[in-house]
């Protein structure tokens, strides 16, 4: 077990840069998710850690071992691919047995360690079989199966449920959680799914064109995203975020004026946030809120609760409301927001503005 | 019609193609594929057949379907051929040549072609499938422009480059020469199209399985022997087989180069006796014929589930 750490790291292909200037801590046997949409660089990130790619510029530590420049091979690290990436030619048991093989691992112990983790991972029964013979699922246990047996000091998994089904990816993202608990493994997951890096992570890294937005636990960023990016891209509907004008210090949202209890510029411009789920919808303005008024466009009812959609000056906003609210399209309402749960970015750079 | 009738009427029309599109259309295609198939190369086969017979018979000349009702089987055409007994003369066969020598040097040949095929377009194969160096597309280009060039094209340049070397060494060497030289001049007509054939399959293994091993521990030529060679297992093998069939049936270069030098192949030596066809004995002219023909039958029947052998799965598209 070993703490991962990344100095100063820039990552280019040619001209692309894949990762820019990153400082990291990966902490000793905690499990850290790194979030970001497609072409983000988080593979690249692992490839890093795991050696396939060498930094163009900065430095790798595991603990106080600089191996920037140590070779794959030798730095024990599992890596669980995108693909899996699983040896087409080599039965179940072969794939797991390779990394073994290539310690020299006496057979009788090669044959005790395979067992062993095939037992763990509910495989055994797969052992004879070729890669081509298993279901999408079954190939991702064997891939973290050939990941884990080497016991490695580092485990790195890129995306492994991302070709799962809905429900086979929750059931596997709890195992894994467990699994890693278990066996305290520093563990590096990379995902583009929020829910899944939500569900899993000690810590998350949201990252996006190659610079790290945001580095805290799941709680934190969700209720204290640093910047516009992260706001957006956590939450399930995504935090709706409402460009709008300030007027002597007060904001000017659909037509109504919010004075809110935090320090203002008195004039310019600034962006509204709001999570779906921490807004209400009445027929009223509320005490204590900010209150803006609108009206409804769509219902959907998911059945455990209502997706509304309400057009506010212009813009629409996603609400969530409980499954009894009674709403239909043209409703006049009010959108209340809690004044502690509104969040306030920076349009120019995008950062959050303390309250 | 009443909507009864109408719904079920429907439901015939919904259920229909059901039991049909998938199955049956495409089966009767395939039977009478087959039959138009097997009608057109009838001829062939028929010829190919009797070819086979012809070597096993004593007939004086080709034996022809009308033959086939008094058929006596004998093997001694193949004995008098495998003593090289091919020279009749006034009712006797005479051993001119040295049949197994014969077939010794097309075996040289051809395994030759496939060897050194083998090796280079293994080797380049997986350079233009993983590394992108500059020129990689015009390279590729190239390749493939040279396999289009017609072999017999090449030759006056082939000979004269030949001719020249030839002066360099000592006369000693020129048979050995002329060999290495035949099976280099055929090998390189054979790589451009196999270089292709090799990229091929190397483009279908993933990066990652590759770095899957280096992680696992493997070094680099651990990875090419356990993992890369494995997987392109099949490749390796049809283009050996294809190679060693080219060297096998090459007659311009064992011509031009071998046969000045009283070297002979099977093509050669098959082509001599076609010409005395008025006086040569049919039988053992067809033994000949149809030891040529074996390779031919061997590489029908293993290549068919060599190249059926790939392995798909293990990685996500
Ligand atoms: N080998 C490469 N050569 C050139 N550019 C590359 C290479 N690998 C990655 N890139 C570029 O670097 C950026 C980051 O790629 P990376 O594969 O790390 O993204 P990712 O976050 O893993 O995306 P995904 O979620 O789609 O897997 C992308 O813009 C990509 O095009
Ligand atoms: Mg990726």
Partial sequence: ?355 | MNPLQRLRARRREREEPLIDVETIPRRRLTIVLAIAVGLASLPMLITYILLILTSFSNTAGMLTISDLAHYVPTIQPWIDFLEGKVEPTAGHLYTTMEILGIILNTLIVAAGVSIVVVLTSTMAGYAFSRIRFRGRKALMQLVMILHAFPGVALIIAVYALYVWSLAALPPSAWNTYAFIYVILSRASLEIPMSIWLMKGFFDKIPWEVEWAAIVDGASRIRVWREIVLPLVKPGIAALSIFAFLAGWEDFIYVWVFLKPRDIYTLATFIEEQVRNLETAYFPVVAAAGTLYLIPTIIFFITTQHLLLETYAGGMKA
């Fill in chain 1, 1 to 355: 077990m070993v703490e991962v750490r990344l100095e100063n790291v820039t990552k280019k292909f040619g001209r692309v840069v894949a990762l820019r200037d990153i400082n990291l801590r990966f902490r000793d046997g905690k499990f850290t998710v790194v979030l970001g949409p497609s072409g983000s660089g988080k593979s690249t990130l692992l490839y890093l850690i795991a050696g396939i790619y060498k930094p163009t510029r900065g430095r790798i530590y595991f603990d106080d071992k600089d191996v920037t420049n140590l070779p794959p091979n030798k730095r024990n690290v599992g890596l669980v691919f995108q693909n899996y990436a699983l040896y087409p030619h080599m039965t179940v048991y072969e794939n797991i047995a390779f990394p073994l093989k290539l310690r020299k691992t006496p057979q009788r112990k090669i044959d005790e360690k395979v067992h062993e983790v095939a037992k763990l991972l509910h495989i055994e029964e797969l052992l004879d079989r070729y890669p081509h013979q298993l279901s999408g699922g079954q190939q991702q246990r064997v891939a973290l199966a050939r990941a884990l047996v080497k016991e490695p000091a580092v485990l790195l998994l890129d995306e492994p449920l991302s070709n799962l089904d809905a429900l086979l990816r929750v059931k596997i993202r709890a195992e894994l959680k467990k699994l890693q608990e278990q066996l305290g493994i520093t563990a590096i997951y990379v995902t583009h799914d929020q829910a899944e890096a939500m569900a899993l992570a000690d810590e998350i890294i949201v990252i996006h064109r190659g610079v790290i937005q945001q580095k805290a636990p799941p709680k934190k960023i969700y209720e204290e995203p640093a910047n516009l990016f992260v706001a957006g891209f956590i939450g399930n509907p995504p935090t709706n975020l409402l460009k709008a004008r300030l007027v002597d210090g007060a904001i000017e949202l659909g037509g109504s004026r919010i004075t809110i209890p935090a320090r203002l510029p008195r004039d310019g411009y600034i962006v509204v946030g709001f999570r779906p789920e921490h807004a209400s919808v009445d027929a009223e303005p509320l005490e204590n809120h900010a209150s803006i008024p609108g009206e409804v466009y769509v219902v959907e009812d998911m059945g455990k609760e209502k997706i509304l959609t309400i057009i506010i000056g212009g813009e629409m906003v996603k609400v969530i409301a409980p499954p009894t609210a009674e709403f239909k399209p043209g409703d006049k309402v009010y959108v209340n927001i809690p004044y502690r749960r509104i969040m306030l970015f920076d349009p120019e750079t995008g950062a959050r503005i303390e309250a």
